[in-house]
């Protein structure tokens, strides 16, 4: 065999063996392609179950929570509502709140002295519900202990006050300082009698923590747009953008004439 024909079939077998290594750097490069994006298809639907689950408005800890205990007086379908005022007021103000909700804080701080009025005077009753929406939203268990707290206080026959120091002093929204009941506790402090063992035991034990959970569920299953929602004798008013508390003093008055 000839030199030259020596080195032509050398060539072709380096040739050859290049190609071999190409193949087997693309099909290892193809592998770690396919398990990159295996993992990536995991982690997304990791992402999107951690979202739903946020997004449930605390499920997990409805499923974890104890035996249904009602704070003392709640009525309504299964005493699902914490009543305030007069039985005989001819209007009712039916109120779905967070007590992590900034747009519920607004709400009160502009309506807080006409209910209050309207309930003393016996012209109206307020009949409060309690969700858990801004926990499952920003994440955290402030509307849970906040309304577990509030129920405690509901107990005490301590509830309006109560509900007004809260969200009198709400953080901010993505601040879940609520989840603490050290310092649901110390707020008690701000109204007279509340802070008693009694309380103490039914903020730090989550006695209420079912009842609020069944209490999130009646929201989620109302079909309410979010938190708040107003009904005025079953008529949303929180919608209607010329309601003012002077107009929402008028329809109660004109109600009670009649």
Not at 196 to 203: G, I, L, P, Q, Y
Request: overall charge neutral.
């Amino acid at each position: 065999m000839s030199e030259k024909n020596r080195e032509g079939k050398r060539t072709a077998r380096e040739r050859l063996a290049e190609e071999r290594d190409k193949q087997k750097k693309a099909d290892k490069r193809r592998r770690v392609l396919v398990v990159g994006g295996a993992i990536v298809c995991v982690l997304a639907l990791a992402g999107v179950i951690g979202v739903l689950a946020a997004n449930s408005g605390g499920d997990k800890a409805d499923t974890e929570a104890g035996p249904l205990t009602a704070p003392s007086g709640a009525n309504g379908d299964d005493s699902l509502a914490i009543p305030v005022g007069k039985e005989s007021a001819k209007s009712t103000l039916t109120v779905w709140e967070d007590f992590r909700c900034p747009a519920c804080k607004s709400f009160e701080d502009r309506y807080r002295s006409t209910v209050h009025e309207l309930t003393e005077s016996g012209q109206l009753k307020v009949e409060y519900h309690l969700a858990t929406l801004i926990d499952g939203n920003m994440r955290g268990s402030g509307s849970l202990r906040a309304a577990n707290a509030a129920a405690c206080a509901q107990d005490a026959g301590k509830f309006p006050a109560y509900h007004d120091v809260l969200f009198e002093n709400q953080p901010a929204e993505a601040d879940d300082a609520y989840a603490k009941n050290g310092k649901l506790i110390e707020l008690a402090g701000k109204v007279d009698g509340l802070t008693t063992d009694a309380f103490e035991k039914c903020v730090e034990g989550g006695t209420h923590d079912s009842w609020v959970a069944k209490s999130h569920q009646a929201f989620q299953g109302g079909g309410f747009g979010g938190t708040p929602t107003v009904l005025l004798n079953g008529k949303n008013i929180y919608q209607d953008q010329t309601m003012t508390p002077a107009k929402l003093k008028q329809m109660v008055q004109q109600a009670d004439k009649a």
